[in-house]
Structures are given as structure tokens and as C-alpha cells.
């Protein structure tokens, strides 16, 4: 017989109508974004080439709320709210006492959390008349995403898709372009940057920084374009944070308050979507949660970085921000996580993370999809390989409690299916997956070209 707590609703009159936003709450504000020429705080007239007034007042924002626009909301309602699920069979299959929350952003139309910021970057940049947004997509939710935001406002999409993503999964390039979107391997041709790497090393997997180059190139020099990003600002996670409001309400319904909340953690915009609103709950004092990042250990920038101010891109021509980073020349191992092989974490994150308000850990791809396969066969859907990573944590903090016998309640979110990364869980499923784990002498070399400030 299925419980009470099994699947938890809301209506969609119940839908969050504010994002928040985590800096006002914080002990301290994160350091400011700085120009890469003068080294001092940018100011608005510095991002306008490549975003709309609208988002950049929202990146810098000190108000603790921002309304949604309706227009927005119309969007949202074709998925959202998003479901929250207790893993019932997952705990009977691992015989622990502890409680297990997924909040299932696989329903949107582009099977992943990405919309949730894609939906209001399109809206703005339509308001604003631009007419075509660049961007970069490692696995491809966040280029799935725009493409589909895109479709929503008009706006014609142009995405720049990591190489060894592109190569391991080409449904999603088809997805993209059904969508309308155009999509491009990265590196490629079609630009300085992209011509720059394929020159020194021919067979380059490519990175997400390599990709962003690329886009932010192109939205350079069009006055009709502009470049949108699917992590790591403020601006982004701001909007990612009705993942957390829809959870703190579902979380009530049943009377629940989570004990350990884990995220995966790529650029943050997943973690810090679910997580912030229950930081914030927990600096007001009404509950008090651990808060635990997850990475894959070839990617590790929160355990193995080091928090100091780099480039978002790898050809140097963003602003300098202050985050935990491996360095903009790190490429990773073509790892099948392709949504988390990005060189910094988020400077929000990254922030907090220092504050010594939130915890990191890294697991290897094998344990990730190990974990992966369980939640598959007991809760029914196969996570995409990102989610995995904090399915691995949360079995390890279950099967602890088992150990222990404490009935912790444990939240994640599933920030998306993995139909479209079948071939990778056939490799593990082979045998044939290899782990990467990046040594200390890979670190030391990634960050040996970091700029000097200060």
C-alpha cells in the first residue's frame, strides 16, 4: 500500500511567486567580481554587452526576495510545482531507519532543473530585444533548457557543447535542434578561442571554460546577442532557489525537517537552488540542517581547489571572480558527469563554503552510477550521471544511520533522468568505466597559471 508521504503535491496555487536571495542572510557578503584590466569591482556598465539590465541588477541584487514574473510563471506551470518523492523502497532495500526526500526536477520539458533559470534569462533578454542568446552546455541539459526557453520568447539559441559530451551523448544534440536550438562541438572553428586550442592539441575533449569562451565570443560581437549562463552566478542560483521554497512547503505537509540536505555540485546552481532556502531557515534558528556538496573526484574544485580569484573561461575574458577553483587551463577527465567537469564552483558557494556553513565531499564516477543503478531499480528512474553523485552520498549517510540506528531525515534533488545517458550507464553496466581521481601534482600544475591579484 503506498503511504501518505510517498509522492508529495503542491497546487499550482501553492507555487512559490518570489526567488531568494541568500546574501542578505549571510554573515558577510561574498567578494566582489572584478575587471580583469583594472582589478576593481565591476560596475553595471561593464556586463551590459553581455546581459540585459534586468539580470544584472538581479546578480547584485541586496533585496532578500524577487518576484517572478507572471510571464514566467505561465512558463513554469507547464512542470512546476515539481514533485517531491519519500524513497521508501530505497530505505527498505538498505534496511536503514533514515527517511529519504527527492525533490524530481526530471519532469520539465528538458528532463533536468535547468529551465528554471533558462525560462526567466529568455524572458528578460526577449524584453530587452535581443535576439539571439549564445551559451556553452556540457552534457547538455542547460543547452536542452535554453533551447526550449528560446522556442518560449522567440529567441533564436546558439550553444557550444563540450567535445567529449557532444561525442558521448548525440540525442541530446538532436533534442536541442528539435527545440530549435543550433548546436556546435566544442572546441570548434567558429571562433579565436576554438581555433586557438584545436591548434595546440587537435583531439582536446574540450571544457566548459573552452565552451564559454566560445560563446561569450560570438555574443561579443553582435549587438543582437547576448551570452546566458546555466551556473555559477548569482543571478542563476537565484532562480534556482523555488527548487528549495517547493521543498520547505512539501517538507511540511508531512511534518518533516530534513537532518542532511545533499546536492551535486558542478557550478552550484543545483545545490545551491535546493539548499539556500533551508540555509536560510537554518541561520533564522528553525532548523539545522548539514548541508553537503557533492563532486566528482576529477573535478574536485570545493575539496581540492583553491579559493582564489580566476577566469570563468579559459581564454581569460570574463570578469575575475573569487571562487574555488582548479584553474581556467584545467580540462578534466571526459568523465560522464559532463555537467559538473567545470574548473571553479560558484562564488556564492564558494563564499559560504568558507563561512564553514555547508561541507564537501568527491566520489568517483563508478561509486556514482554504482549508486545510480540502485536507485533505479528500486525508485524506478534512471538518474542522470550529475544526481548520481549526490545518490552516493545520501546511500552512505543511510546506510550509516543503519549503523548507528538514527532516523535522520536526508533531502536531495534529482536534478534530472538520465534517458539520454544510457550509453554511459551500458559502459558501467559493461564493466568497462574507468574512475578518475585528480592527484595533487595535477592540482598544483591547474593552478599554476591562475591570475595574480591583489
Known amino acids: 500500500m503506498t503511504t501518505p508521504d510517498t509522492k508529495i503535491l503542491l497546487s499550482e496555487s501553492e507555487m512559490p511567486r518570489n526567488w531568494y536571495n541568500i546574501v542578505p542572510d549571510l554573515p558577510s557578503p561574498p567578494p566582489p567580481v572584478l575587471h580583469p584590466g583594472t582589478l576593481q569591482p565591476v560596475g553595471p556598465d561593464d556586463l551590459a554587452p553581455l546581459f540585459p539590465m534586468a539580470l544584472i541588477e538581479q546578480e547584485v541584487t541586496t533585496e532578500r526576495y524577487v518576484p517572478i514574473p507572471e510571464e514566467v510563471l505561465d512558463v513554469y506551470r507547464l512542470w512546476r510545482p515539481s514533485p517531491l518523492f519519500r524513497a521508501h523502497r ?53 543547452g536542452t533548457a535554453l533551447a526550449f526557453a528560446g522556442a518560449q520568447y522567440g529567441l533564436d539559441v546558439e550553444i557550444w557543447q563540450v567535445r567529449a559530451s557532444y561525442d558521448q551523448k548525440p540525442y541530446r544534440k538532436i533534442m536541442i535542434e528539435t527545440f530549435g536550438g543550433t548546436i556546435h562541438p566544442s572546441p570548434s572553428e ?61 517538507l511540511a505537509k508531512v511534518g518533516a525537517k530534513p537532518d542532511v540536505i545533499v546536492g551535486c555540485t558542478g557550478g552550484g546552481s543545483n545545490f545551491g537552488g535546493l539548499a539556500f532556502p533551508f540555509l536560510r531557515e537554518k541561520l533564522a534558528g528553525t532548523m539545522s540542517p548539514i548541508i553537503r556538496a557533492v563532486e566528482p573526484a576529477s573535478c574536485p574544485s570545493l575539496t581540492k581547489g583553491v579559493y582564489a580569484y580566476d577566469f570563468g573561461d579559459t581564454a581569460g575574458m570574463t570578469p575575475l571572480m573569487k571562487m574555488h577553483t582548479l584553474g581556467h587551463d584545467f580540462i578534466p577527465d571526459p568523465i560522464h558527469a559532463g555537467g559538473l567537469r567545470y574548473h571553479g564552483m560558484s562564488p556564492l558557494i564558494s563564499h559560504i563554503y568558507e563561512l564553514g556553513l555547508m561541507e564537501a565531499v568527491a566520489k568517483t564516477q563508478k561509486e556514482c552510477f554504482d549508486a545510480g543503478v540502485t536507485f533505479a531499480r528500486t525508485e524506478g528512474i534512471i538518474p542522470a550521471p550529475e544526481p548520481t553523485h549526490a545518490l552516493a552520498a545520501c546511500i552512505e549517510e543511510a546506510l550509516r544511520c543503519k549503523e548507528t540506528g538514527e532516523e535522520k531525515v536526508i533531502l536531495t534533488a534529482l536534478c534530472g533522468h538520465g534517458h539520454l545517458d544510457l550509453p554511459a550507464y551500458g559502459r558501467y553496466l559493461a564493466g568497462d568505466m574507468v574512475d578518475h581521481e585528480l592527484s595533487t601534482a595535477a592540482v598544483e600544475a591547474a593552478i599554476a597559471g591562475l591570475p595574480q591579484v591583489g
Open 190 to 250: 567558429l571562433t579565436e578561442a576554438g581555433r586557438k586550442i584545436l591548434a595546440s592539441d587537435p583531439d582536446s575533449p574540450g571544457s566548459l571554460g573552452i565552451a564559454i569562451s566560445e560563446a561569450v565570443e560570438v555574443a561579443a560581437q553582435h549587438a543582437d546577442t547576448n551570452y546566458a549562463l546555466g551556473s555559477v552566478l548569482n543571478h542563476v542560483l537565484l532562480h534556482q532557489t523555488i527548487i528549495g521554497e517547493e521543498a520547505l512547503l512539501q
Open 90 to 142: 530505497l530505505e527498505k532495500a538498505l534496511g536503514t531507519p533514515a527517511k529519504i526526500y527527492y525533490k524530481y526536477e526530471g519532469v520539465s520539458p528538458a528532463g533536468s532543473h535547468k529551465p528554471n533559470t533558462a525560462v526567466p534569462q529568455a524572458y528578460y533578454n526577449a524584453a530587452a530585444g535581443i535576439r539571439r542568446l549564445t551559451t556553452e552546455t556540457g552534457a547538455g541539459q542547460w
